[in-house]
């Protein structure tokens, strides 16, 4: 299982299957979360995830996709697009430190 330390992050994608609602407000968020600390944040589909990416974002239906997709990259699978815990880990990781895995 990859694992990256959030002071390492410097791409950070969010993957989708069709819509392009839900996932488009999680990506203009993080984009703002994480302005600061020059992380790019980027919105695509799951099964083009570019390769520069260091950690991804998909809802968990998706992560199986997103892992072939992406083998080598961290896939952190959320259930809700909109205040998941799963995505305050990456936003406290990047900002304070600290092991993603996934």
């Given at each position: ?69 992406a083998p080598d ?14 995505v305050t880990k ?13």
């Amino acid at each position: 299982m990859p694992t990256i330390n959030g002071t390492e992050i410097k791409k950070v994608v969010v993957a989708c299957d069709a819509g392009m609602g839900s996932s488009v407000m999680l990506a203009s968020q993080l984009r703002r979360q994480l302005a600061k600390n020059a992380v790019t944040v980027e919105h695509t589909p799951v099964n083009s995830i570019p390769a520069d990416a260091d950690v991804v974002i998909c809802h968990r239906g998706l992560a199986a996709r997103a892992r072939v997709s992406a083998p080598d990259k961290v896939i952190v699978p959320i259930q809700v697009f909109i205040g998941d815990p799963a995505v305050t880990k990456v936003v406290n990781a990047v900002q304070r430190g600290g092991e993603l895995s996934g």
